[in-house]
């Protein structure tokens, strides 16, 4: 694995969605080389499920906080 991309998401469902499509789209190494994390940071059910039954590759659903975020960037 060369790549992990992690998106952080809250309620946005159908624009995650679009991000995960684009990156596939128009990434110019292998799938095998990257991989998709998506962070959900206590979205409404609805959204969980659109995102589950996208066409991401890994979803974590938990309490995200920005001060955790700049800690690990």
Do not use: W
Request: aromatic share 4%.
């Amino acid at each position: 694995m060369l790549l992990s991309i992690v998106i952080l998401t809250f309620n946005t469902a159908p624009l995650t969605i679009q991000c995960i499509r684009s990156i596939k789209r128009h990434c110019t190494i292998p799938a095998s080389d990257y991989e998709i994390i998506i962070v959900d940071n206590h979205s409404r059910e609805e959204d969980v499920e659109k995102l589950k039954n996208g066409d991401t590759i890994n979803i974590d659903n938990q309490d995200v906080s920005i001060e955790f975020l700049k800690r690990i960037l």
